[in-house]
């Protein structure tokens, strides 16, 4: 069965920094786009960062120069490394895959249960 699990989020002080963890099972895991996704309460979720199988990664443009994400395809695991948190980064992360097809849509999109991270003094 396909299985997302996330870890490592919690509560952290402003400036601090969180390692989020996902480990996959079930699927073939180096032929997916791993991404991170957060939401706020009452806000739309977003994406946060994605990674190629073959390392391409992308950010949105409020974490750029904080967050990183990384992946190991021998472990089948994703990672966000998260630094100089902000109270506005607190949100519920989920880890994501994604597989594109030669048409262009997306298959397999599938979901982790999702980890609180808050940023609170």
């Known amino acids: 069965q396909v299985q997302l699990v996330e870890s490592g989020g919690g509560l952290v002080q402003p400036g601090g920094s969180l390692r989020l963890s996902c480990a996959a099972s079930?699927?073939?895991?180096?032929?997916?786009?791993m991404s991170w996704y957060r939401q706020a309460p009452g806000k739309e979720r977003e994406m946060v960062a994605l990674?190629?199988?073959?390392?391409?990664?992308n950010y949105v443009v409020s974490v750029q120069g904080r967050f990183t994400i990384s992946r190991d395809n021998a472990k089948n695991m994703v990672y966000l490394q998260m630094n100089s948190l902000k109270p506005e980064d607190t949100a519920v992360y989920y880890c994501?895959?994604?597989?594109?097809?030669?048409?262009?849509?997306?298959?397999?999109?599938?979901w982790g249960q999702g980890t609180q991270v808050t940023v609170s003094s």
């Open positions: 079930g699927f073939i895991f180096s032929n997916y786009v």
């Open positions: 990674i190629t199988s073959g390392g391409y990664t």
């Open positions: 994501n895959a994604a597989r594109p097809k030669a048409d262009g849509s997306w298959v397999g999109d599938y």
